[in-house]
């Protein structure tokens, strides 16, 4: 269980510090641009973040946490299980259920929106987009912080 949840720490590490520099610095960038570049910059790179190494990040870590709160739950008193239990959880909720149930199907109508369209589509998507792309930010450095604690067997 160490090397897995070793492994679900650097996975909800790297997706987290993507989500990170989307909510800090890359969405600004976009908003500075004029509505259709912005758009179709958007369009671009949600194509593109469909790749092999994102997707074993992206779709490997909850595999992960899955597998972590399952055992946190059969053996319950063991050193950390409860930060475990927290931090998969959170991840499970934050990082992946929040992209999948609110990012994802944003992303799927920008996608099929008219380019032409761009002046009345992104200016609500971004608000959107951000407002669940900061939640989830939250929670998946809580979910670190959660996983790391309870490696540690930090109990309460």
Known sequence: MTLIT???????????????????????????????????????????????????FFLGTPVLCAIIAVNACLVPGSPGSVCLLVGSVSYLIGPFGITMLCNVPLNNRLAAADPGDADGIWPDYQVRWQRWNHIRTYIGAASVGALAAGLSGVTF
Do not use: C, D, H, Y
């Open 6 to 56: 070793i492994a679900a720490i650097i996975g909800a590490g790297v997706v987290t510090g993507l989500l990170f520099a989307f909510s800090n610095f890359v969405m600004q960038a976009l908003a500075t641009l004029p509505n259709e570049q912005g758009m179709s910059a958007m369009r671009q790179i949600n194509e593109k973040i469909i790749n092999p190494i994102f997707l074993t």
